[in-house]
């Protein structure tokens, strides 16, 4: 039952990384990808009423967001869900020279040619424009024309020679109700061009700074919602508390997985029990290192300082020990560092050759107590009969020493014990054969 609990928590974390989004936006191997996990917007330039939540961007009417840094491309994919009766406008290829425009309302779809005249229009479909529905826009750039998909069927093409080439993309709504964004994918990215400018961005009305009012604090004071401002301005915004309190959960869970394992399969005579509690909280605060230092070179550096002046008190008995310490380690720096697939993998994957190496062994003594019988005087408890007795009584036993002079014996093994009634029938037999034997039991890995 034991191992099947384990069994169903390393199922339960790795379906956990997979649904989780990472977060990470990146432009590699030809395709950039931005799943707007980031609400600081790394790399967009936007107005102001732009935001981001539950990993969707949120645009505002009138309101804009572009992004020209790995932006250029010849196939461009996302996901938009409207809100009301406004238009979404794609722009992308956004150069000096001109723009394409995918124009998305409620009657039709159009793709327009902007440039320094009048907009060109490219061609249109119609549609029946839906509110509160995800869909998905896949523009595809070929040599002959460029074609335009919604939900996967083709909606709009065109013939035309395309001359304009990289640039960037951007957003913008106009109109009524707020437009989500998510899952922008652009592939077949090129080199950049040399001298590249970008064109001038939509204006934005600056707010006006309010008059203080009757009663407001002067210059100099600091008031209740002065200083809550100053406390909470350094902190994480919401997006990142939330990637934070998640690594923190599975850092919890896969420790105590690792845990489980090291108590059911390690080798180590120690109290296993005792040493594998201790993964928990080395796990949980290598996450909160990491999640703290690895946007700051310097409190990096402090933590390398740090490291070669700290070390284990504790003295390391067994190798083994010290490989579960690291791998607890490593668990904690990959949830730090927001790799939770390859963590969970990586766990699955050692758990896994552990197994198979445990199943090629074959079951190996899992010894809980330490026992010593000792007797001295006569009537002398005979060797065999001590033997025979905890072979009775035991789930398993090893003989680790054995001392023998003429006026006493003492008998050392390792036994386990399934629970504590099974530990109190073997002492109850121990004391039936000699009123003068003396028993002791050492704790080891612990009875449950």
Request: charged share 20%.
């Amino acid at each position: 039952m034991k191992n099947k609990r384990v069994h169903y928590l390393i199922i339960i974390c790795i379906a956990l990384a997979i649904l989780v989004p990472t977060g990470q936006a990146a432009a590699q191997g030809g395709e950039f990808r931005e799943d707007f996990e980031d609400a600081a917007l790394l790399g967009w330039e936007h107005s102001e009423g732009i935001s981001v939540s539950e990993g969707t961007l949120l645009i505002p009417p009138e309101n804009f967001a572009v992004r020209f840094e790995g932006a250029p491309g010849n196939s461009f994919e996302f996901e938009f869900k409207r809100s009301g009766p406004g238009a979404l406008i794609f722009r992308y290829a956004i150069t000096p020279e001109g723009e394409y425009a995918l124009i998305i309302h409620n009657q039709a779809i159009a793709l327009e040619k902007g440039g320094e005249g009048p907009p060109t229009l490219l061609d249109e479909s119609p549609w029946e424009g839906s509110t509160g529905k995800w869909h998905a826009i896949k523009i595809q750039l070929d040599p002959a024309g460029q074609t335009v998909s919604l939900d996967g069927a083709q909606i709009l093409s065109t013939g035309e020679d395309l001359p304009l080439r990289g640039g960037g993309v951007g957003f913008w709504v106009e109109g009524e109700g707020t437009v989500g964004v998510d899952n922008l994918v652009i592939s077949g990215l090129p080199a950049p061009q040399d001298g590249q400018v970008k064109p001038p961005l939509p204006a934005v009305v600056e707010e006006q700074t309010p008059e203080p009012t009757p009663g407001a604090t002067q210059e100099g004071e600091v008031s209740v919602r002065d200083l809550i401002t100053e406390l909470t301005s350094a902190q994480a915004n919401p997006a990142d508390l939330t990637t934070f309190l998640i690594n923190l959960g599975l850092s919890v869970v896969l420790s105590y997985i690792l845990s489980r394992v090291y108590v059911h399969w390690g080798s180590s005579l120690s109290n296993r029990r005792r040493f594998a509690a201790n993964f928990i909280l080395i796990t949980v605060t290598t996450t909160f290192i990491i999640l703290v230092v690895r946007s700051s070179v310097a409190l990096s550096l402090g933590l390398v300082g740090a490291l070669s002046i700290v070390r284990f008190r504790s003295a390391i008995k067994e190798p083994e020990e010290l490989a579960y310490l690291f791998f607890a380690i490593a668990i904690g720096i990959g949830l730090g560092d927001n790799q939770r697939l390859i963590t969970v993998i990586a766990l699955a994957a050692a758990i896994l050759v552990l197994g198979i190496m445990r199943l090629f062994r074959g079951r190996q003594a899992d010894f809980n107590l330490h026992l010593t019988v000792a007797n001295s005087g006569s009537p002398r408890v005979d060797f065999d009969q001590v033997v025979d007795t905890l072979q009775q009584n035991t789930t398993q036993m090893k003989l680790i020493r054995f001392d023998e002079s003429e006026d006493s014996q003492e008998i050392s093994f390792l036994v386990e014990f399934r629970d504590m009634g099974q530990l109190k029938e073997a002492k109850s037999a121990l004391g039936h054969l000699s009123e003068g034997l003396q028993i002791s039991f050492l704790d080891n890995k612990g009875i449950l």
